[in-house]
């Protein structure tokens, strides 16, 4: 990826008055519900990327609670970056662990639910909307992607090492169910 611009000060009063103006004009459970939906009518092979939607009709998707859940978790994300906007590290590290806890970070599919994201805040925001607020918000999104991504490629590194003296093996489960299954003979 190129190297991207920096947030200028009045870029970053943007972000967070739109970001502020658009979760206080939506109830919490329904924020990124919209960037959700939109993302999967526009773009169906995403669906097919989540096991638990690939055989959901886009009617019925609304009434998944895992939409709903995953759409929180979101704007909860974005709203701990846009708080700390004026901390890089803090702004990274919430990204990096974020993009660790993930399955794979394919950015192709990540920008499309930026785009869609950015629609619904443009949308609720209620602010005047320039070519240069849209591009704070893709810069800030962008850094989200990136960073995400080191977080996952980081995850993934570590899970690729083998068992060794850097990394201690893991318990099996076998003595797990031994005990188990003894305390149950008892």
């Not at 939906?37 to 998944?64: G, Q, W």
């Not at 859940?69 to 990274?92: G, L, Y």
Request: glycine share 4%.
């Amino acid at each position: 990826m190129p190297q991207q611009r920096q947030l200028s000060h009045k870029d970053k009063l943007f972000i967070l008055n739109s970001w502020l103006n658009f979760r206080n004009g939506k109830r919490e459970e329904d924020i990124g519900m919209e960037a959700a939906l939109e993302m999967y009518s526009i773009y169906p092979e995403i669906k097919d990327i989540f096991t638990i939607y690939r055989d959901a009709r886009m009617k019925h998707l609304t009434d998944k609670e895992m939409i709903r859940t995953h759409s929180q978790q979101v704007a909860s994300v974005v709203d701990k970056c846009v708080m700390r906007m004026d901390d890089a590290h803090a702004f990274a590290m919430i990204a990096v662990d974020e993009g660790s806890v993930h399955i794979k970070i394919q950015e192709r599919f990540m920008r499309c639910y930026v785009d869609c994201y950015i629609r619904e805040i443009k949308k609720y925001s209620k602010l005047k909307w320039s070519r240069a607020n849209q591009m704070a918000w893709e810069v800030f999104f962008d850094t989200i992607v990136v960073n995400m991504k080191n977080g996952w490629d980081h995850r993934t590194s570590v899970i690729a090492l083998p068992p060794g003296p850097t990394r201690p093996k893991k318990k099996g489960i076998g003595s797990f169910t031994k005990k188990s299954r003894s305390k149950t003979n008892h």
